[in-house]
Each structure stands twice: as C-alpha cells, then as structure tokens.
C-alpha cells in the first residue's frame, strides 16, 4: 500500500490547466429511467444498475468527464443508463472553476449539471478544497487571512451557484498522511489546523442543502489514516462542525482489499455521518491474468456487498467507465484493467459481480453472456473421475473470456486438468480459458475436463455453475 500512496503523491503532482470555454449544451430532457430501461446493456444483459441500486436505496455513480460523452457515444451511452448518479472527475476542481483569483469559469461545471439533469442523475460535487489542481496563484498565497479569504471565497462561488442542486459535495479531499498527521499542504502550512473546520463551516453556508462530505484514498481499511480521519469526525460531530458524510475512494490494487473495509465503513456510520465508496477502480499488472481478473470481480462484488450490508453507506462510485480513459496508466505505467468496461467496451467478470452484488435483474434479451453448461462424470476409477464439462454461449453476442467456477464435494481435490486453467480454493474450483478457447461465439460452446481425488467419496456430476458471475444452467 505505500506504493499506492507513492503513486497518487506523483498523480497530486499534476495540475489540470483550465478547461477552455465552450457553450452550455442544452440536453432535452427525457424520461431517463424507462428509456435506460429499454435500451439494453453494452457488455451486459442486466438491466440498468441504476435500477438495482435504487431498490435498496442506493445510488450508483461514476466519474465523468463530459468531453468523452461528446465524442464517444458508447462511453455516453453507458454514462446514460447505468448511473444514477455523476461525479465530476475533473471539472468542478479549484483549477478549473477559478483558474485566475475571482474570475469564476463554469463551462464544464455547467455541462455535468446539465448532463446529470437531463438523466435524471444526482450530482456528487468534487472536490471543493484540495491540495492537488489548486491553482499556483492560491498555492502561492503565503498570508493566513489572505488564503482563509482565497478559500473561503472559492467555497462560496462555487458551492453557491450551484445551491440547491447538489447532492453531496467532497468540501475536503486528502488532507491525511499514510501515519495519520496532516499531510503538510500549502493549506496547512500557511492555515494551521482550523482550516479544515472552516471549510465546512463556510460550504455550509454556501449551500445548506448539500451534505457536506470528507474525502481521502487509502482509507478504505481499519489502518493509521483511516483512524486520523476517524477522529477528525468523530471531534467535528461533538463540536458541532458541520459534517455529513465521508467518502473513501477505494482505488484498489488487486488482493489488496483490506479485510476490514467493511467493519471500518461501519465504525464511520456509526458516528452518525453516511459513507460512500466514491471512486472505486481496481488496477491489475498489465497483461491481467484471468486469475487477477477473478480476484477482480470478486473484490468488486465485496466492495458492493460491503456497502450495501451497510444502511448508512449511500452508494458506489466507479473512477470512469471504460479502462480507455482510466486515469490509471498515466501515472502507473504497466498498470490498468482497473474499471467493469475494458477498452473496446466488452465487460470483465467484475461487471456481473456488481451487478449480481445489487442483485440486479436480467434484461431478459439476449445482448449478453447468456450460458448453458452440460457436466458429466467421465472416466471412472477407485480413487478418482473425470468431469467432463461443455459451456455453451446461448446468447447473441461473443463471451470474450470466460472463467467457470463451481464447487467440488467435500475432501475431492483437483489432480490434474485439460483445456484450461485451473485453480482450486477450499472447495472452489475456477476454471479459465487458455488462449486456444477464450472466445466462444453465439451458438458455439467450449469443452474441458479435469480429473478429481475421490478421497472416500463416490463420483458426483457437479452442479451449480457461473461463468464470468453470471449463474448458468
Ligand atoms: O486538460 C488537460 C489538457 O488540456 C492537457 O493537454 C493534458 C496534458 O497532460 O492534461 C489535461 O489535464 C489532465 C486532466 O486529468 C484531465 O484529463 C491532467 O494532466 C491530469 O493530471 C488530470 O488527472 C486527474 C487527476 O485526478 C489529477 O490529480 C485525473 O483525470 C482524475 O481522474 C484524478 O482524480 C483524482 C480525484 O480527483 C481525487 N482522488 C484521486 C483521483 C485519481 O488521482
């Protein structure tokens, strides 16, 4: 995790130069939900995620940045019908709103809250005060008064033009170090300690509506920081500094999903303020493996579940939609596979355990990974069998990569294996493709087998099958 820490300390390194100005779209306004409803999935046959959270209460958002949607229609349709609710990756930042002390520039800012109405969306607001995309000119304010009035103004004339109309804003981001002190920003060095409360203080004011909300990475697990941020709040809510919610960012390396993410969103709820994971992606070491993509989706639907065992957690984020426009191989060469949707827009195992994690529902068309699955036992012999397995695609589309999972009775073990990869954990069996049959096109199938250890038991034909999370028959 320090690399972790390492890498998002060269991205805060980066400014963003202001966004140039363009018109306001004027989006017509539409009755999203039932038209999300009736389009089907790219990648997927569920019906709109959004659409799943809601029934628990949720919201599910991602990050988005409205110059992809202009000039990419599948990013936008995605963006469309799966959130119901939108952060701005980077268009409301300090940066982009007020590049020239006091000369506000909403161009951006404008287009998401458009966007996000036209879709009938909520709209996370991001980040209000942050040490990274601060301008030079505020970062070059060495007076006390002078940055409280820099930062306080900025609050006020961003919070305030959008008053009423947002639903959370990060008033803080990343104010934390990894052992828990105050990370030593221009904020801090030239404020002191108070200056966090007062950024609280004034959004307040600026938009009593809003839930006020802390943010920070590397949080996402019972750990030194995380207990930093934990008494910060725990202190605001016995003083009366006005504070709602905290954000954890959760930008994960694979298996590295801290076991406490849960009990630690919990501990957060329980002083009183709502949680939400507000920008989850999960990098993997480039060429991923089907096995890292596994332990992908399987963290993905954790994460999910986590949340939504959770009453107080409002909903999960995602960081993009498409690993095309991650943020991730710009600052961590050889790293991506981080987001649900690859490049080409085709989905990875994690998609269906989001989805399958919200409990959502099948579209009932056949857009996606539909799969039928015949096993049998095979050769028969005193101290073990072979199960032989056929997975076809019933459906319209390619399933581009596949991993089966199952469970083998109780004592069987895998001894030896063809036309696939295999790996048995506990009485888990995943199967993945091999490069000779990764695709498997509509009407087509793909066969295996693999011998098992009897260990005392008679052979049994296996059932209960998923193939990328999906259940199949
Ligand atoms: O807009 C300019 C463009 O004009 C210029 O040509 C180009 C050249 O590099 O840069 C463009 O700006 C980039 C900007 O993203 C928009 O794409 C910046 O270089 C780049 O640094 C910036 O990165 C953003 C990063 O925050 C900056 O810290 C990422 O998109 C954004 O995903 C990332 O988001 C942060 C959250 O706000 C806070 N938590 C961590 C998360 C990941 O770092």
Redesign the pocket.
């Known amino acids: 995790m320090r690399k972790r820490t390492a890498l998002?300390a060269f991205?805060?390194t980066?400014?963003?130069?202001a966004q140039p100005a363009q018109a306001l779209p004027q989006e017509a306004p539409l009755a999203q939900a039932s038209l999300a409803a009736a389009t089907p999935g790219i990648g997927h046959d569920y019906e709109p995620l959004r659409d799943a959270a809601a029934r628990s209460g949720k919201t599910f958002g991602f990050?988005y940045a409205p110059h992809i949607a202009n000039s990419d229609a599948k990013y936008k349709a995605i963006a469309q019908r799966e959130f119901s609710m939108v952060t701005a990756?980077?268009n409301m930042k300090w940066d982009a709103t007020e590049p020239r002390r006091g000369q506000f520039t909403f161009n951006g800012a404008d287009e998401i809250m458009s966007f996000a109405a036209a879709n009938n969306q909520k709209v996370y607001g991001?980040?209000l005060v942050w040490h990274?995309?601060m301008p030079a000119w505020a970062k070059s304010i060495t007076n006390r008064d002078d940055m409280r009035k820099a930062m306080n103004d900025h609050i006020k004339g961003v919070a305030g033009r959008y008053k009423g109309k947002i639903e959370a804003w990060d008033v803080v981001?990343?104010a934390f170090e990894w052992d828990g002190s105050r990370r030593p920003s221009e904020l801090q060095k030239v404020m002191g300690n108070s200056w966090i409360e007062e950024a609280f203080r004034t959004a307040r004011a600026a938009d009593p509506n809003a839930k006020l909300c802390y943010n920070d990475?590397s949080t996402d697990g019972i750990n030194s920081k995380s207990t930093a941020v934990y008494n910060m709040v725990k202190d605001f809510k016995a003083r009366g500094v006005p504070i709602d919610c905290v954000g954890f960012?959760t930008?994960l390396i694979v298996g590295q999903l801290p076991a406490s993410n849960k009990q630690n969103l919990q501990r957060f709820a329980d002083l009183g303020v709502d949680v939400r994971i507000t920008?989850l992606d999960i990098r993997i070491q480039l060429p991923a493996s089907q096995q890292a993509l596994q332990t992908h989706a399987t963290e993905y639907g954790q994460v999910v579940k986590n949340c939504w065992e959770i009453s107080r957690c409002t909903g999960v984020t995602i960081?993009g939609i498409s690993d095309k426009y991650s943020?991730i191989p710009q600052v961590s060469p050889g790293w991506n596979a981080a987001l649900p949707w690859n490049d080409n827009y085709s989905t990875k195992p994690a998609l269906a355990s989001v989805a399958n994690a919200m409990g959502a529902k099948k579209n009932g068309s056949s857009t996606g990974l539909v799969c039928g699955i015949s096993a049998k036992v095979g050769a028969n012999w005193s101290t073990g069998y072979t199960t032989d397995i056929v997975i076809a695609n019933k459906g319209t589309t390619p399933i581009d990569g596949w991993t089966l999972q199952t469970t083998l009775p109780d004592g069987q073990k895998l001894a030896t294996g063809w036309s696939g990869q295999f790996t048995q954990n506990g009485q888990r069996l995943s199967v993945s493709n091999t490069s000779f049959n990764k695709t498997i096109k509509p009407g087509e199938s793909v066969s295996f087998n693999f011998n098992t250890t009897k260990n005392g038991n008679s052979s049994t034909a296996l059932r209960n099958f998923t193939v990328n999370g999906q259940q199949c028959t």
Do not use: D, R, S
Request: aromatic share 14%; glycine share 0%.
């Open positions: 998002v991205a805060a980066l400014t963003l130069l990050a990756e980077n991001h980040a990274a995309q981001n990343e990475y960012q930008h920008e960081w943020w």
